[in-house]
């Protein structure tokens, strides 16, 4: 596995040759620029009642409206390192990052679009499949998470991984958060701020979108056909990166 949303790689790419390989294809997500957002969705929208159990029957995703992600917005970034403290430490190629802006420019039409790319969250992680502890596993409303207790740092999950989603911590933490343990030699990932979602609130990341007046990601309950993001999943055009692998990602983008 070569190239493969090589994070280092990503900066400039061709618009054609970005989306093949994102789509449908094997390679390189690159750092995205696009023209400016305004508003996307103008409702924070749901999450489960703290005194409720994690339930099966919920799916929870997320729905990013890359028409509404500005270039060179990194809002979402920040909000997820200050929520759950994790940061670089100027090493590119092995710092940690839980989500990360990826920008393309489509040089025939000069059509430029932003998205951020975390953890997808699949109905079928590959991540879960290699994992020899158990470390990795997914809960019964979709989130993937790993346990820090039982992982061995091995990075079989890295490598599975097709969205290259997943850190390793290289360095000693010490400013972790209660609600986010994390420890050098195990790996990182976007937990879909499940400490947040638990408790009835949104994911750090679309609540700072929102608030910042993009509105670009919506967080939902994917399998409720009341939701706002079952509603837009339903009705407008979505995609879901790398389909073509079948791991049915809980993270969907609308134009692409
Ligand atoms: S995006 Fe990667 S880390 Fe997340 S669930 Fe899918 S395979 Fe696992
Ligand atoms: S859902 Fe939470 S952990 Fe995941 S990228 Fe957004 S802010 Fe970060």
Redesign the pocket.
């Known amino acids: 596995m070569t190239d493969t949303l090589d994070r280092a790689k990503e900066p400039e790419m061709d618009f054609d040759v970005a989306r093949r390989r994102f789509l449908s294809g094997g390679a390189a997500l690159g750092t995205l620029a696009l023209a400016p957002g305004v508003t996307l969705f103008a409702f924070p929208a749901e999450a489960k009642p703290a005194h409720e159990a994690t339930s099966g029957s919920v799916r929870w995703g997320l729905l990013v409206d890359i028409t509404k992600c500005e270039p060179e917005c990194n809002t979402c970034v920040k909000a997820c390192k200050a929520e759950n403290g994790w940061h670089g430490f100027d090493r590119p190629k092995t710092d940690v990052q839980w989500i990360r802006k990826v920008n393309v420019r489509d040089p025939k039409s000069g059509r430029k679009f932003s998205l951020p790319i975390m953890?997808?969250?699949?109905t079928a992680?590959?991540?879960?499949d290699v994992c020899p502890t158990g470390a990795?596993f997914?809960r019964v409303d979709g989130v993937?998470l790993v346990d820090k207790h039982l992982c061995i740092g091995c990075r079989y999950?890295m490598m599975?991984?097709?969205?290259k989603?997943?850190s390793f911590v290289h360095e000693a933490i010490d400013d972790q958060k209660p609600h986010a343990p994390r420890g050098k030699g195990t790996v990182d990932?976007?937990t879909l701020c499940v400490h947040r979602i638990d408790q009835g609130r949104i994911p750090a990341c679309a609540e700072a979108c929102l608030k910042d007046g993009h509105g670009a990601i919506l967080f939902g309950d994917l399998n409720d056909p009341t939701s706002e993001i079952h509603k837009r999943v339903a009705t407008i055009a979505t995609t879901q990166i790398r389909a073509d692998l079948g791991?049915d990602?809980g993270v969907r983008y609308h134009g692409i």
Do not use: N
């Open positions: 953890c997808q969250h699949c992680p590959t991540c879960v990795s997914k993937v999950c599975a991984c097709p969205y989603a997943r990932a976007c791991l990602p």
